[in-house]
């Protein structure tokens, strides 16, 4: 069974910058999907970013491009969120989620399994 965990979220100012890791257990994920998505009080589920597993290629919502970058080791079984430029508009609990059938979807229902969530708080 495939199992996410995420880490790394905290109160950071404005500016300020952090990491997300997520660890993925249960299975390869060679064909996989790994995404970023967020979901700010009393908003919906946001796509933020996602990489394909196997190729590397990365694909990014337009208000963080530029300051986020996805990335993924393959040894640690573990994807990384670098947030950089952090502003207000970026808190929200962060989601890490899988796709079974590769990277790109931008929608939260395509993705089969997601981990607990990681609060950031971005301070003006």
């Known amino acids: 069974q495939v199992q996410l965990a995420e880490s ?4 950071v100012q404005d500016g300020g910058s952090l990491r997300l890791s997520c660890v993925a257990s249960g299975r390869a994920f060679d064909n996989y999907g ?3 998505f967020r979901q ?3 908003k919906g589920r946001e796509f933020v970013a996602a990489i394909s597993w196997f ?4 694909y990014y919502t337009n208000s963080v491009k530029g300051r986020f970058t996805i990335s993924r ?9 670098q947030m950089t430029s952090l502003m207000p508009d970026d808190t929200a609990v ?5 796709d079974w059938r590769g990277a790109g979807r931008v ?3 395509e993705y089969e399994y997601w981990g607990q969530g990681t609060q950031v708080t971005v301070s003006s």
């Open 40 to 42: 700010a009080p009393g």
């Open 34 to 36: 790994l995404g970023w």
């Open 73 to 81: 080791d393959k040894a640690k079984n573990t994807v990384y969120l």
């Open 107 to 109: 929608q939260p229902e």
């Open 55 to 58: 190729t590397g290629s990365t």
């Open 94 to 98: 962060y989601y890490c989620a899988a």
């Open 8 to 11: 790394g979220g905290g109160l």
